[in-house]
């Protein structure tokens, strides 16, 4: 289905049978930086989605907010095993020649709250936490009424539309709030929480001084003498094409070695994941978006991270050590001696840790949080807005304490050892 907006008119489109539309004249400086004078919003399935691959990666070049996860190289490599019954609104501008504005993947969830309650979930996985779409900076606040225009438009959707792992505050934030306070359209946040962020500011000289201390410095100053006497210590950046994909593997063996290994969840282990891994490796890399750090002793790989790069920002992705050489504290090595390069590139405003909220490790060392919610959205007036935000609340909870108890439990293991 194809809706196609105005967005020269003092209201920029309806929302289908909406009770109130969005309405108010864009401001004058956007309007004058509107790339088109229409949009027109498709919905397409992933699997179809390689053949406008390079007006894609061009709308990835200036998304008012980088998101790897959503880059060709990435999603494409991803949605095979990932996102089978996945798609995306696309959104774009009808001027000649047409340029893709805004990308928006999402799949139906049929029983997210255990009820037969479709909602329309924005596409993330195990391997992608962050859920931001593509949104053309020059013009992201028509694209995003035009997005929600084909939502409320598209009956055989669901009229409730859930944006994951989104950041509470920033560019997208703000334009997509603005939207919905002109639509009037019924809005709550779940699952906030925050991760470890690296944003050094004007602070980078100093950054990892003030960050770890002088105690901290100089116990890894230790470390790395002992490290040193076993064998030559080298660290190690790759990022040509081959040197990565050869980077790769070292990581996959080492996580495959390590208790991931032993759980039975590490790539290696399984063929298609595997597979994925190198491919969005692979295909990054050919764009020079990747980095894989590594600790080699006498040429050995004892520690990997897989670094990701769109735009002005990155992502520590994956991380993995040799755990024989635990006592030297590889990982928190390596990410020092990584951030002391992310730190001193100028061209790197931010690095999302990827972490999950209250890590032991990136906690102590990255110093800036990233505030992350998930955004229930009702885009036509009779969706069941109040009996999915009631069940997710309980939702929400229901897996709080579900963390609880599986943190007890592994604290108990580890003293029973």
């Not at 990835?60 to 089978?84: D, H, K, W």
């Not at 920002?313 to 390596?334: C, H, N, Q």
Request: charged share 20%; proline share 6%.
């Amino acid at each position: 289905m194809t809706v196609t907006t105005s967005t020269d008119q003092a209201t920029i489109l309806a929302l289908g049978d909406a009770a109130s539309a969005i309405a108010g004249a864009r401001r004058a400086a956007l309007a004058d930086r509107a790339a088109a004078h229409a949009l027109t919003a498709e919905w397409r399935a992933l699997s179809q989605l390689q053949p406008i691959a390079g007006e894609w990666r061009a709308l990835a070049a200036c998304a008012l907010e980088p998101n790897v996860f959503y880059e060709p190289g990435f999603a494409l490599a991803a949605a095979p095993l990932f996102g089978r019954e996945a798609g995306a609104v696309l959104v774009w501008s009808e001027a000649s020649p047409r340029r893709l504005l805004g990308f928006f993947p999402a799949r139906v969830e049929t029983r997210r709250y255990g009820l037969k309650l479709p909602v329309l979930a924005g596409w993330t996985h195990p391997y992608a936490p962050l859920g931001v779409p593509l949104v053309a900076g020059e013009a992201a606040e028509p694209v995003i009424a035009a997005w929600l225009a084909h939502l409320a438009a598209a009956d055989a959707q669901p009229g409730l539309s859930l944006l994951p792992f989104v950041p509470e505050n920033g560019p997208f934030a703000a334009a997509l709030q603005a939207v919905l306070q002109r639509a009037q359209l019924p809005v709550a946040d779940f699952n906030r929480h925050q991760r470890a962020l690296l944003a050094p500011g004007g602070e980078r000289p100093r950054y990892l001084d003030q960050a770890l201390g002088a105690r901290k410095h100089k116990e890894l100053r230790r470390l790395g003498r002992r490290l040193a006497e076993i064998g030559a210590v080298l660290f190690t950046s790759a990022t040509e094409p081959a040197a990565v994909v050869a980077a790769t593997k070292d990581y996959l063996a080492l996580e495959a070695g390590g208790w991931k290994g032993r759980a039975g969840t590490a790539a290696a282990a399984h063929d298609d994941v595997r597979r994925f891994i190198r491919a969005a490796v692979g295909g990054l890399a050919a764009d020079g978006k990747v980095a894989v750090n590594r600790i080699l002793i006498d040429g050995r790989a004892i520690a990997a991270a897989i670094i990701l790069r769109s735009g002005n920002a990155a992502w520590f992705w994956k991380i993995a050590y040799d755990e024989t050489f635990a006592r030297f504290s590889p990982g928190v090595m390596l990410t020092v001696a990584l951030t002391e390069g992310l730190v001193d590139d100028s061209n790197v405003e931010r690095v999302d840790s990827c972490a999950t909220a209250n890590h032991p490790m990136i906690d102590h060392v990255w110093r800036e949080r990233l505030a992350l919610c998930d955004r229930l959205i009702a885009v036509r007036p009779r969706a069941p807005f109040a009996s999915a935000r009631r069940l997710e609340i309980l939702r929400a909870a229901t897996l709080v304490a579900a963390r609880r108890i599986r943190d007890r439990l592994r604290r108990y293991t580890v003293i029973a050892r």
